[in-house]
């Protein structure tokens, strides 16, 4: 009997160690998935600020939004327009920057569309995470009902082997 209970005390030593190591990988996942999500708006930003600087008539989203060279550092442009990127590409869109001229909004309006197919690629990466973690677990929870019933059968059956 002390044999059964140490390969049981075993199995959960193991299921647990497996846990964490599935519990890890999908932190690293995520930390992945958001690193993917700054750098892109990281770049967005700054193909931004190119295709405004170079579409500028005088009244785009560079000039409107103060972001001349003599008027702001180069890091706040930068954070500025990855912040602009980042609302945009997660379609949240908190209308503090918006294009202003037309050559802008064309081109923010395919921004957007792609915002949408990138968000959605990360939320059903999120989704698939959070479904592995749970499904991991559900098997042993499984098993371990199956167990709970073949020793409740062993009980019933007088402690006799199950018939095969």
Known sequence: ???DKQKMNDQIR?????SEIVLLLQLIKT???VFIMISFSYFSGLLWFVICDY???GNGFIEENEFNQNQTTFYSRISALTYFAFTTLSTVGLGDFHPKSSTERIFCSFFML???MFTSLVMDNFGNMIDELRNFNKSYEDSEHFNLFLGTLRKL???DPLPR
Not at 14 to 18: A, F, L, R, S, Y
């Open 1 to 3: 009997m002390t044999n």
């Open 14 to 18: 193991d299921h647990t160690k497996m």
């Open 157 to 159: 059956n007088g402690d």
């Open 55 to 57: 579409s500028s008539d």
């Open 114 to 116: 792609f915002g949408v």
């Open 31 to 33: 930390f992945r998935l």
